[in-house]
């Protein structure tokens, strides 16, 4: 019986030290470093739709900018402006400034404002 269990200790213990090598093996980099990662991406994405959301409020409210005829997309912040109705290139100049003073908007890019 006794050399049952000595037998079954150095099995377990070999076991366990095989399944660690193969778990440290496997793993290339930190959880914790992961974890950050997707944090980042978390933070770009939220900041993102703010940027775009506070972008086309300040649209909406400014007098002479038909800002329910822009879009606005963002992305890592930059900010892209379009639309499908033709505006003047005084209301496409307001609505890049407007844009362009938000916090966190690193560039704008009107290319896609149709101008009369």
Same mark, same amino acid.
């Given at each position: 019986?006794?050399?049952?269990?000595?037998?079954?200790?150095?099995?377990?213990?070999?076991?366990?030290?095989?399944?660690?090598?193969?778990?440290?093996?496997?793993?290339?980099?930190?959880?914790?470093?992961?974890?950050?990662?997707?944090?980042t991406k978390a933070k770009?994405?939220?900041?993102?739709?703010?940027?775009?959301?506070?972008?086309?409020?300040?649209?909406? #409210?400014?007098?002479?900018?038909?800002?329910?005829?822009?879009?606005?997309?963002?992305? =890592? *912040? @930059?900010?892209?402006? !379009?639309? &499908?109705?033709?505006? #003047?290139?005084?209301?496409?100049?307001?609505?890049?400034?407007?844009?362009?003073?938000? =916090? *966190? @908007?690193?560039?704008? !890019?009107? &290319?896609?404002?149709?101008?009369?």
């Amino acid at each position: 019986m006794k050399k049952f269990a000595i037998a079954a200790a150095t099995a377990t213990a070999l076991t366990l030290t095989m399944a660690n090598a193969a778990f440290a093996a496997q793993s290339t980099q930190a959880p914790m470093t992961l974890a950050a990662g997707e944090v980042t991406k978390a933070k770009e994405a939220t900041s993102d739709t703010w940027i775009t959301t506070k972008v086309k409020a300040d649209l909406m #409210t400014e007098k002479g900018v038909p800002g329910s005829d822009i879009k606005v997309e963002t992305n =890592k *912040g @930059v900010v892209s402006l !379009s639309s &499908d109705v033709a505006i #003047t290139d005084a209301q496409k100049d307001m609505a890049v400034a407007i844009a362009k003073k938000i =916090k *966190g @908007v690193q560039a704008v !890019s009107a &290319d896609g404002l149709k101008a009369e």
